[in-house]
């Protein structure tokens, strides 16, 4: 491969692991990543991609100056160069790289920095991905005090709402663009780093966690209603217990029907909004699994998964096998 002119001494290009819970770049099997030098950086191109023919590229600098590339790694290369937006590192880009691909590609990104077609910055997190899930009150304060720092989602539940017109806050301008829910079985696809449980009745439904919990998915449970709230238990599959288990005396305590509609008071929002920000941010950036408190003032921190439970064993979320599927199985092996 030819790579154009260039002078001067190479410059190291150090990078950074992926942000907070989302999955590091999957490489292909047998591509071992190579050791990376901190602090981390992002990197940034300056510089415009011209393709000359199939196999050559020109990059054109701030300055007008020009490096050509070309060789049969080119068009994947080329695709390497296009991620670095500001907020790819070293990593990011060469996740689907080979082992001689990547080292063109450091090379490359070397000459680049000496041209002044590459900027290297200081690493910054990108927002956290917060699914709401709720159509009342309560869910829609949670997603307007979340949306000032993270990217928020919010779905609908399980269960047909409890919420009225009436009970809804009076707003100002347009709808946000967060206010518009998407469908609570979407919530595979949307990989999210937290999900945050505040449906329109005093209790939520039982399944929305249990489904999480199959899917490996942190949750956090809010409820409020009247003068009465709880924010937690902050959920992890295969750290903590199940929202089942980790929640103890609060299962039985004060258990109201669930076609009574949740009817917090203002107060009581305020808090709910404050706590679950500092919850999320507590785990989203640290990992801290924050015990779960109410708005009396208990609190009891997480539990440990339970060996006798089949949500919290491991293969969470599997149900346990019935009579009739038993059955069903001898039946087969004979």
């Not at 929305?208 to 809010?222: A, C, E, F």
């Not at 990992?287 to 009396?296: A, K, L, Q, R």
Request: charged letters at 20%; glycine letters at 10%.
């Amino acid at each position: 491969m030819d790579i154009g002119p260039s002078s001067g001494h190479a410059m190291g290009m150090p990078t950074t692991p992926g942000h907070r819970n989302e999955a590091v770049p999957q490489r292909q099997p047998g591509l071992t990543p190579r050791s990376r030098r901190v602090p981390p950086m992002t990197l940034r191109l300056d510089a415009d991609i011209v393709r000359v023919c199939a196999n050559s590229y020109q990059l054109y600098g701030p300055g007008r100056g020009c490096i050509e590339i070309s060789g049969r790694f080119t068009e994947r290369l080329a695709q390497a160069l296009r991620r670095l937006d500001g907020d790819c590192t070293l990593d990011d880009a060469c996740c689907c790289l080979h082992p001689d691909e990547q080292k063109m590609f450091e090379e490359l990104l070397r000459r680049l920095l000496v041209f002044g077609m590459i900027h290297k910055q200081a690493y910054r997190p990108g927002a956290a991905r917060i699914g709401v899930v709720g159509e009342g009150v309560c869910a829609e304060r949670i997603r307007h005090t979340l949306a000032t720092t993270n990217r928020v989602q919010g779905f609908t539940e399980p269960l047909p709402p409890r919420s009225g017109l009436d009970e809804r806050g009076t707003r100002q301008g347009p709808a946000p663009r967060i206010d518009r829910l998407k469908h609570w079985m979407s919530i595979d696809d949307a990989r999210l780093d937290l999900v945050l449980i505040a449906v329109s009745r005093p209790a939520p439904d039982p399944a929305m966690s249990w489904q999480l919990s199959r899917l490996g998915i942190p949750h956090l449970i809010v409820s409020a209603h009247h003068r009465d709230a709880t924010v937690g238990p902050l959920v992890k599959p295969g750290t903590t217990s199940c929202a089942f288990c980790a929640a103890g005396p609060a299962v039985n305590r004060d258990l109201r029907s669930v076609d009574e509609p949740a009817s917090p008071a203002p107060v009581v929002l305020d808090w709910v909004a404050a706590i679950t920000r500092s919850v999320s941010a507590a785990y989203l950036d640290g990992g801290t699994i924050s015990p779960t408190v109410e708005f009396s003032g208990g609190f009891w921190p997480s539990r440990a998964p339970q060996a006798g439970c089949p949500v919290c064993a491991p293969g969470h979320g599997e149900l346990p096998p019935t009579d009739d599927s038993r059955a069903g199985q001898h039946a087969a092996a004979s």
